[in-house]
């Protein structure tokens, strides 16, 4: 049975666990937003409205489209053959490269928005940022996950989860920054002014960063509840010498000196000493 003083502190960590483990949803849901939008050309978007078209200006490639789609799937037509559902370009590309070099070059009336085909300043903050908002979002996976045996863990957990917001809000400030510039907020394509506004994948974006700061804000709480539940964590993994109480144990055989060490958590297993002076 479980001594009645113990069960404030089980409770503590029974709500512990529901913290920590709403934590940890929130970061997988944050990283595959963040992945969704940083495959996502929907990062600013102009409609032309003379071609009906939208050009979609990406992280590292660029689309037309007639509508607009999240992540652009290939398809399969009647023949089985490859189709793009967006004509989709890489910014790597060696011949939009080179497009790109010959239009500035002739100093094309267009060039601003032959411009935004380049990787820019803001795209490589975006994904430098992205590919560090990943790698410590998993590290807090992992700690989070073993924090419950080794409680230092959940202030290394609250460390791994700041710098992953942190690298998460750097990166939508930057772009977001870049966006509203004056010069970024409108392209001029053949004499004709179009609007260059904010796309769905950038939002997106935000939202994963919405999820990191409030998984981080969890983490707190859920520190704050394993430090204060002590010695009384209820699932045992953690079972330290402190937590079992000592008792003599004098059996029908006389074995003096026996101790027998138990503890009141629910999978606690007795184990006994036997003193080596004993007879």
């Given amino acids: ?116 085909h380049t990787f820019l300043p803001q795209h490589k903050a975006v994904l430098f940022f992205g590919v560090f908002t990943f790698l410590f979002g998993l590290i807090g996976i992992v700690i989070g996950i073993c924090s419950p045996c080794f409680p230092p863990n959940s202030l290394l957990y609250v460390v791994a989860i700041f710098m992953t917001s942190a690298c998460s809000l750097l990166a939508d400030v930057i772009f977001i920054y870049a966006a ?13 002014v179009y609007p260059h506004e904010i796309g769905m994948a950038a939002y997106l974006h935000m939202l994963s960063t919405f999820l990191f700061i409030f998984a981080l804000l969890l983490s707190v709480i859920a520190a704050y509840l394993l430090i204060t539940c002590g010695e009384s964590r209820g699932d045992g993994c953690c079972a330290r010498a402190g937590d079992y109480e000592a008792s003599k144990s004098v059996n029908t055989w006389n074995s003096a000196g026996i101790i027998v060490r138990t503890c009141d958590r629910p999978h606690c297993t007795p184990f006994i000493v036997k003193d080596s002076f004993s007879e």
């Fill in 1 to 116: 049975s479980i001594a009645p003083h113990r069960l404030p502190y089980m409770a503590s960590y029974a709500r512990y666990k529901t913290v920590l483990l709403l934590s940890l949803v929130l970061i997988v849901a944050g990283l595959l937003l963040t992945a969704f939008s940083l495959f996502s050309p929907l990062w600013q978007t102009a409609h032309m409205g003379d071609t009906d078209t939208i050009h979609e200006h990406g992280l590292w490639r660029d689309c037309v489209v007639s509508s607009a789609h999240l992540i652009p799937i290939p398809t399969s037509d009647e023949e089985g053959r490859t189709v793009e559902s967006a004509p989709c370009r890489s910014k790597f590309d060696d011949s939009v490269i080179k497009e790109i070099r010959e239009s500035m070059d002739a100093d094309d009336a267009n060039k601003r928005e032959i411009q935004l």
């Fill in 180 to 192: 509203q510039k004056s010069d970024n907020q409108a392209i001029v394509v053949d004499n004709i």
